[in-house]
């Protein structure tokens, strides 16, 4: 499986941005997919996960601000992110996990700057 992330970028605080990420080279119905985030210094931490029957689970941190969801016809997974704040400054990283091998593979990252 291939993931390719897109929509990081610079946003001033309270703004918004949706990540995106397409999946490529299996089956995408049959993964969990999950976004997690590494700011500098700090340790990965999961931000979102979806099943792929799409029920969802988030860091209390982005409870509220962030959404996840995804589009199997399109293989990708998406991340709304409303509400930014300069803590969400970050390299978001797509994850997926298949149901049954528990196989997970990682996208290359999109980095997310919150200017304040």
């Known amino acids: 499986v291939q993931l390719v992330e897109s929509g990081g970028g610079l946003v001033q605080f309270g703004g918004s941005l949706r990540l995106s990420c397409a999946a490529s080279?299996?089956?995408?119905?049959?993964?969990?997919m999950g976004w997690y985030r590494q700011a500098p210094g700090k340790q990965r931490e999961l931000v979102a996960r979806i099943t792929s029957g799409g029920s969802t689970n988030y860091a209390d941190s982005v409870k509220g601000r962030f959404t996840i969801s995804r589009d199997n016809s399109k293989n990708t997974v998406y991340l709304q992110m409303n509400s930014l704040k300069s803590e969400d400054t970050a390299v978001y990283y797509c994850n997926a996990v298949h149901i049954l091998t528990t196989t997970t593979y990682w996208g290359q990252g999109t980095q997310v700057t919150v200017s304040s």
């Open positions: 080279g299996s089956i995408f119905s049959i993964y969990a």
